[in-house]
């Protein structure tokens, strides 16, 4: 007895001496990778650089994660009214808040916005502010291609690491990954310059340390001409290298499977893109009305030197039931893909009204892409205004469509296409008086897309009939590429009605109360649209609240 | 620790002729329930400071004047007074009350609550309200003053919210929970049956003790034990319990849809709105607002209209049965008891728990006691969340229960709206969870003959989860492309997590009497504690899922199209070292002082240990009033000052990016949630100053005897960290930082009181209150923190809604002080409504400030929170007893109302539904319910005013009817005890508050997204669509062999 009783006093506070050392606290963290260890080693420094399409995704207090680059190309195809968003999930609405919508005669009724908001601006303004949280529309592409930017900074550091080896053929391999960063810095540039009124240059090498970012916000001329700079780097760094087995396994190892990554882009691929894009750049950014001839030649020169069929671009594409992808929606809220959107399903996007009066007669991509919303047509969606009404729907991929899919099917160009850089030539060739050339070239986009139309050039079109063919093209040819609003900016289709903006002969679908009563049916009708769109949009609130401009900085928000 | 239930105090004394006549000798003995010697316990000649302790066999001997009285005291045991004459010889009656007087939490030893120098609440069991079926929580529920222990939700197995002393964190504000001394995870888990009593200590000048997680407080259960050689008891109760949410109508009766001359609704094509083959109903028209500004709501449906609340939510059944037997041996004690719950939810399904427990303690030898409490909990739920927003939302002719001609519900209400009919999930969807925790708590503890205790204790936490979750194949449902799930084709996700907490507390105690060991004359006692405290917590967590399956029975992953799985794991560890020393003079006053030092994989970079002072006071001015004891027979002042931390998450310090599997690769990216590799704990500083007092006001039937307790604290929480938003140029979304502070204070009272004892009727009441406020006097940088309707602003409040308001007056100004929102000429087209609102006479549309213009409106957090219990036994056989509770001075917002006026129309679903859309409102002298006044407050769900309410209410938490049969069991040899119980609970609430329950709140964004754990802000007080709380009628039977 005596025994047990003095062994177990004894083993009393041995119990606990194995367990106050400092050493086994210690406890690194096993999900996840440190900056230290994995950006050191080839494997994964091409993870870091495929990492570039993870920063798609990014958390939102409250929300999770988001894919906040779906984000902004869903609002932008909103203001672009290709497709519309009719709910206020993370503010997709408030962009398309268009001023009035003008019945034609004999009603000539004037329908202004049900927001309460008069123009656009004033509802973006309104939700310009942290309070508003994910309801601010504004905010996602900022935040996005700054997220990308940061990556790609810090992949430009991490590849000055010494301690860094590549196997192979290192210097194209190191060019490459070099240019690949560079790329995406210019094509957040691109982007930021081309929807804010202002924005930041940021190019601090380890955005792993906090609190690296300028205070000086440069107006988006600036930020443009930043982009192309970074453009030129990638391009002085892809001239200097040559397509080997070593580029190609890089390549495949910096671009997400599901995104075709088998479809090598080339060094000169990439060098012409690199073209088409600041051709994008030069075109998104300046009026129509106010171009000149030496500005159409700038496009010109660029697009001459840009993308040609068959070149290859970056692509956004699914996996089967969204696994492993940046559309998963287990993890994110919802399915996260333009074309995932568009589904009866999710129903979060429709087609809008506008994009299909813009097809021509018998154009084989109509049939072929858009039916009959089932159940009947859109009207009017929660009294957010009649521009929200619709009667079709993408045909799914599974059925032979392009736009839509309930089944993780297709890829969805993010980055400039031939066909992009094809209407660029021909909208300056049409505004430098070749206007057959121009529409020549709209055919062969046409032939290109199996639209099946007869060819325009032939019929000795006036300017305006031309321009009316590039239009169209542009609309339909580039549908859901992300070019729609700037297109709708620089034609002055959303400049107020009080500058000669809108559109009139746009078909809305007008519900049967302002037309003669509750027993007429929804009805198309050719209505006059009163955009009045801001062209640039203002800093987020999320931003200044917390970096405020500095002396000297560029404006921040429209007046 | 001493644990008996119950107290025998005898006395055998004998008398002394001595040689003056008027002094005598006493001597007596000092005894346990048990029979064993009470070594220690004071005898004190009342009104002197004559005093001697007694022997180690329990004797004594004392000289006194005759006549005098003894006082006879001993820790943990009531005192009890005696007549000091000659010959007198005396058998005490044990007190049953006495146990709960010795408090353990918060102190590290077992002392008399008249010696503890901080407010320690304790519940027992026998308190408990008789309404408490599912956990501990209902339990405490109004019981602790200044607690706020709030059921949220209706839902089976919800979690609760407990903040026990105001608002110490932006994280979280739950308490450390603690079993027989060792951490237990889950407070959901525990059986209501095994809870002998528990106690609660609300801040850090208790919580020190547990250092590096004790600044939230901390809830002790102390589970039931046998007594040594005590008799077999065996007792069982079951309950049958009726529950309804709590509902009213909150939606409204009349439409202003687009009608025909029959009154019939139409459609966008003029055709009356009808309902397909498929179950879905064509979209109605409404006249545009913007071109009808004078629309009103005020139309009969001439179609049958179907109440969702009720459809939806359906009446359910709880049941629960339990079985314990405890009693003991001559060296061992135990207990043991067994539970089944089984609760239906209202939405669907049920959920089920199975505990089982054993508590054993041996003594094999003299001072050693081994313990072993073993808890085995099983649960089950096969619960679907459900969604309450679509059933709120949904058109008033939509038939929930409506089948097609397969006999199914279908998944959507309307062609164009992507909400669908919540009672169509369970057809398709199943999710079964299976929860298996093993508690395991071994406590060796030994008691040297002398001065020196050792105690040991290890516990384990094991939690072993399974969920199911499985969507069928829904490629052939009536109405195609529509699906439950996140694939249309079946999607089955298996996810097996295992937690596996360990707790090791080793613990030395010192104890000295300086009379009784070292003969000197000062009533000196002192206790010395050293202790050890180590903690580890694992976790892991596997899912596999397949996506893609077949469209006939079994669904399994092996047979899915696509498979995805996945990992996370987790360990932390805590270790710290305690010295504590307690002085204490007679039953006079005491002192205390003490250090804790904590070090901890999730702080101070694993190396800097974190360090918590303490000390307290306390003086007993009742010692030395001896005239006065009739009336206030106890009266302490207490004052404890106290540090303890709050621990932030495993990984937070360590510098990481994420990781993700792109396709067939892997990506490495910066995580938009930057960590910080300096981060340290939130440490919470309280000083706590009270009073408690026993009060015998008169002498007979009425208000013989009231128990007060009052507190005063304040405290200080500084480096608490938070996801602090950064410039999204630096790359990151948020980094987490030690930034804010935080400043609370408040009063906690209690009064417990007989109100009246007579042969036939007591009556007892017991009432609580505590008030609070918390002042957040630094936050990050000095930029307010955002998030939804709340803010939290330097200087102010927390839990401020700061909302943007209508404007009250035609000249209202814009924040820049001098131009005013309407400018004079347009004023004259705007009105004051009756509500109070500028309104424009055209449009009857309100006007708000400006998004800029924000304004604190309300608090989420109450003034005061308070209970009030009155239980009267009659007859000694019927005891009637009911509780209510109320909660004051909080608001609520009523996001759910505020979606309930979106504007309707068109395509896209119901909104513009809230009932006030029936009431009118009168605008430049029209007086009608027009829509467009309601649809303009909506906002965009953007925070506003007039959806802030008041959130106050009374509740009558329970009403309780209780019969002791006894007497009709008296001749039979089995049953010896025989009661049955009638419990209402939550049957009327009286408050302002318009939503369904003003529980039923959390942290919500404007779209429903949970904002608890974003660690902005420990947010709660928005109403967004929840499930109520529900109605009870129960009824309970409880036998005693």
């Known amino acids: 007895m005596k025994l047990i009783k003095y062994s177990v006093i004894l083993l009393l506070p041995a119990l606990f001496l194995g367990a106050c050392k400092k050493a086994i606290l210690q406890l690194p963290n096993p999900n996840a990778p440190t900056p230290g260890a994995s950006l050191i080693t080839e494997g994964g420094i091409d993870a870091f650089a495929m990492g570039m399409y993870e920063k798609f995704i990014a958390y939102e207090a409250g929300d999770g994660d988001l894919n906040f680059f779906d984000l902004q190309w869903l609002i932008e195809s909103n203001m672009g009214d290709e497709n519309f968003s009719p709910y206020s999930n993370y503010g997709g609405r408030y962009p ?59 992949l430009l550091g991490a590849l000055n690491n010494p301690s860094l080896v590549l196997s192979g053929d290192a210097v194209t391999k190191k060019k490459l990954l070099q240019a690949w960063a560079y790329y995406w810095k210019g094509y957040c540039y691109s982007k930021l310059g081309s929807m804010y009124i202002a924005a930041l240059i940021d190019d601090s090498p380890d955005s792993t340390n906090l609190g690296l970012t300028s205070n000086v916000y440069l107006a988006n001329s600036a930020i443009l001409a930043d982009a192309n700079a970074n453009f030129s780097q990638a391009l002085t760094l892809f001239n200097s290298i040559t397509e080997d087995a070593d580029y190609d396994a890089t390549f495949e190892a910096i671009i997400p499977t599901f995104n075709e990554n088998t479809q090598i882009i080339t060094p000169a691929m990439w060098g012409r893109q690199i073209h088409t894009f600041e051709a994008r750049n030069e075109l998104a950014n300046h009026k ?40 998963d929606p287990v993890t994110l809220t919802y399915p996260f893909h333009p074309y995932e959107l568009d589904n009866a399903k999710t129903a979060l996007t429709f087609v809008s009204e506008r994009l299909i009066q813009d097809f021509q007669p018998g154009d084989a991509r109509f049939t072929k892409n858009f039916g009959l919303y089932p159940g009947g047509s859109i009207v009017n969606v929660r009294s957010r205004g009649i521009q929200f009404g619709t009667r079709y729907i993408p045909t799914y991929i599974e059925d032979g469509g392009s736009f839509a899919t309930n089944e993780q099917m297709g890829y969805c160009p993010i980055a400039p296409t031939y066909e992009e850089n094809a209407l660029m030539i021909a909208e300056a060739d049409i505004y430098l008086s070749n206007i057959s050339q121009g529409l020549s070239i709209i055919d062969q986009v046409r032939a290109y897309q199996n639209a099946g139309l007869p060819p325009a050039a032939s019929h000795g079109l006036t300017l305006d009939s031309a321009v009316a063919q590039l239009h169209s093209e542009r609309r339909i040819g580039l549908y859901d590429r992300g070019v729609a609003w700037y297109d709708a900016r620089r034609w002055g289709i959303t400049a ?31 209505c006059f649209i009163n955009y009045d769109f801001v062209d640039y949009w203002d800093v987020p609130q999320n931003e200044l609240a917390f970096n405020p401009a500095a002396a000297g900085s560029a404006p921040t928000a429209n007046q | 620790m001493r644990r008996p239930l119950l107290v025998v105090l005898v006395i055998l004394f004998a008398c002394m002729q001595g040689m003056a006549q008027d002094l005598i000798t006493v001597t007596g003995k000092v005894i346990d329930e048990k029979g064993a010697a009470i070594t220690g316990a004071t005898i004190t000649v009342k009104g002197t400071r004559t005093a001697t302790t007694s022997r180690d066999d329990g004797t004594f001997t004392i000289s006194t004047k005759n006549k005098a009285k003894l006082v006879i005291s001993y820790v943990g045991y009531d005192p009890y007074e005696v007549d000091a004459k000659e010959g007198l010889k005396i058998t005490l009656i044990p007190n049953s009350q006495s146990l709960s007087d010795v408090v353990v939490t918060g102190v590290g030893v077992a002392t008399s609550k008249k010696l503890v120098p901080i407010d320690v609440a304790t519940v027992s069991s026998k308190d408990f309200a008789p309404s408490t079926t599912t956990n501990v929580q209902q339990a405490l529920d109004g019981q602790i003053a200044g607690a706020n222990i709030q059921q949220t939700s209706g839902t089976p197995n919800a979690p609760f919210n407990i903040t026990l002393r105001g608002i110490n964190s932006l994280d979280g504000t739950n308490p450390l929970i603690m079993v027989d001394g060792v ?27 547990y250092g590096a997680q004790g600044a939230n407080g901390v809830i002790q259960i102390f589970t039931k034990k046998g007594n040594l050689n005590g008799k077999l008891i065996i007792s069982y109760t079951s309950k049958v319990s009726i529950d309804d949410i709590l509902k009213h109508n909150i939606l409204s009766n009349l439409h202003h849809y687009v009608t025909n001359a029959n009154g019939d609704i139409l459609d966008q094509n003029g055709n009356p709105v009808a309902m397909d083959a498929t179950g879905q109903w064509s979209d109605p028209q409404v006249p545009d607002p913007t071109v009808n500004p004078n629309l009103q709501n005020n139309l009969k449906f001439n179609l049958p209209t179907y109440n969702h609340l009720k459809q939806g939510f359906r009446q359910a059944m709880t049941f629960t049965n339990s079985v314990s037997a405890i009693g003991g041996t001559n060296v061992a004690d135990y207990a043991f008891t067994a539970s089944q719950l089984t609760q239906g939810d209202v939405l669907s399904n049920q959920f089920s728990r199975s505990n089982i427990s054993f508590n054993i303690g041996l003594h094999p030898f003299k001072g050693f006691t081994f313990r072993t409490i073993t808890q085995g909990v099983v649960g089950y739920n096969d619960l679907l969340t459900g969604n309450r927003f679509d059933m709120l939302t949904a058109y008033p002719f939509v038939n929930f229960d409506w089948k097609d001609g397969t006999g199914h519900i279908p998944l959507k209400t309307n062609v164009s709206s992507n909400s669908y009919n919540t009672l169509s999930e369970k057809q398709y969807h199943t999710n079964n969870n299976q929860g298996l925790e093993i508690f395991q708590d071994f406590d060796l503890d030994y008691k040297f003959p002398a001065f020196v205790e050792l105690d040991a204790k290890y516990g384990f936490d094991y939690t072993d989860t399974t969920k199911s979750d499985l969507y069928v194949n829904q490629s052939e449902i009536v109405q195609a492309g529509q699906y439950w799930g996140p694939n249309e084709d079946g999607d089955l996700k298996q996810t097996f997590s295992r937690e596996f907490n360990q707790n090791g507390l080793f613990s030395g105690f010192l104890r000295t009497d300086f009379q009784k060991d070292f003969h000197s004359n000062l009533p000196i006692r002192t206790t010395t504690q050293v202790a050890y405290d180590y903690r580890k917590y694992n976790y892991e967590q596997y899912f596999s899922e397949g996506i893609g399956l077949p469209i006939y029975p079994p669904a399994t992953i092996t047979g899915a199209t696509t498979k995805n799985s996945g990992d996370y794991y987790s360990t932390a560890i805590t270790y710290g070292w305690l010295i504590n020393q307690t002085i204490d003079y007679a039953n006079l006053f005491g002192i205390s002082g003490g250090v804790r030092s904590d070090y901890g994989s999730a702080f101070g970079a694993a190396y800097k240990a974190a360090t918590f002072p303490r000390g307290t006071v306390y003086f007993r001015p009742s010692e030395l009033m001896p005239g006065q004891q009739s009336w206030l027979p106890d009266w302490k002042v207490r004052a404890a000052y106290g540090a303890a931390g709050i621990q932030p998450f495993p990984y937070d310090r360590q510098l990481t990016f994420t990781s993700a599997a792109l396709g067939n690769g892997n990506s490495i ?9 300096s981060l340290h704990l939130a440490t919470n500083y309280e000083l706590e100053i009270g009073t408690d007092a026993t009060f015998k006001p008169f002498q007979g039937e009425w208000l013989d005897r009231a128990v007060f307790s009052g507190s005063y604290w304040h405290r200080e929480t500084k480096e608490i960290y938070q996801n602090a938003d950064v410039a999204p140029s630096t790359g990151y979304a948020s980094r987490l930082d030690n930034l804010s502070t935080i400043v609370s204070h408040g009063i906690d009272l209690s009064l417990d009181a007989t109100v009246y004892n007579g042969p036939k009727v007591t009556w007892n009441v017991s009432a609580r209150w505590g008030y609070s406020r918390a002042i957040v006097t630094k936050i990050s940088n000095g930029q307010d923190i955002i998030n939804g309707g709340f803010a939290v602003i330097q200087g102010k409040q927390i839990g401020l809604f700061y909302v943007q308001t209508p404007l009250k007056s035609l000249g ?122 309601y649809q303009s407050l909506y906002n965009l769900v953007n925070p506003a005013s007039p959806f802030v309410e008041n959130g106050s209410f009374i509740r009558l938490r329970d009403l309780s009817l209780i019969y002791d049969l006894s007497r009709f069991v008296v001749n039979s040899r089995a049953i010896k005890r025989l009661t049955v119980t009638a419990t209402g609970r939550n049957l009327m609430t009286w408050t302002k508050y318009d939503g369904l329950d003003p529980e039923n709140t959390g942290a919500y964004g404007s779209q429903g997204n949970d904002l608890s754990h974003s660690r902005t802000g420990a947010f709660s007080g928005v109403d967004y669509f929840g499930t109520p709380n529900l109605r009870s009628y129960q009824f309970s039977l409880n036998v005693g062999f």
């Open chain 2, 183 to 209: 951490e237990m995870d889950n407070l959901n888990n525990i059986d209501p049956a095994i809870v002998d009593h528990i106690e609660v200590v609300k801040g850090a000048a208790g919580g020190m003790l």
């Open chain 2, 812 to 933: 209202q100004l814009e924040p820049d002080g001098k131009t005013p929102y309407i400018s004079a000429s347009q004023q004259s087209q705007y009105a004051i409504s009756s509500t109070g609102y500028v309104t424009n006479k055209s449009t009857n549309m309100i006007m708000y400030t400006a998004a800029n213009d924000l304004s604190v409106d309300g608090h989420a957090y109450p003034d005061f929170i308070s209970s009030l219990t009155n239980r009267v036994t009659l007859f000694k056989t019927l005891t009637v007893s009911f509780q209510f509770d109320w909660i004051h001075g909080n608001s609520i917002y009523n996001t759910t109302k505020q979606w309930l006026y979106t504007p309707v129309g068109g395509s896209g679903g119901m909104g513009a539904n809230s009932k006030d859309f029936d009431k009118p409102v009168t605008i430049a002298g029209n007086t009608a319910s027009f829509v467009n006044y």
């Open chain 2, 669 to 677: 990216s910066l995580p938009s949630q930057a960590t910080n590799d």
């Open chain 1, 288 to 327: 129509v009305a106010a171009m000149g001839a030496s500005d159409w030649n700038t496009i010109l020169n660029l697009a001459d030197s840009g993308m040609v069929a068959g070149d290859y671009t970056l692509e956004w594409g699914m996996t089967p039931g969204d696994v492993n992808d940046l559309s």
């Open chain 1, 96 to 154: 398309m808040n268009v001023a009035s919508i003008t019945l034609p005669a004999p009603y000539n009724t004037v329908v202004p916005n049900p927001s309460g908001y008069a123009t656009q601006l004033d509802i973006l303004q309104a939700e310009n502010t942290r309070t508003a949280g994910d309801g601010n529309a504004i905010q996602w592409e900022w935040d996005v291609f700054y997220y990308v930017n940061s990556q790609a900074n810090t």
């Open chain 1, 496 to 526: 107020p009605a009080s500058s000669g903006g809108g559109r009139a002969n746009a078909n809305v679908l007008v519900p049967g109360s302002l037309i003669g009563g509750g027993s007429t049916p929804a009805t198309i009708l050719p």
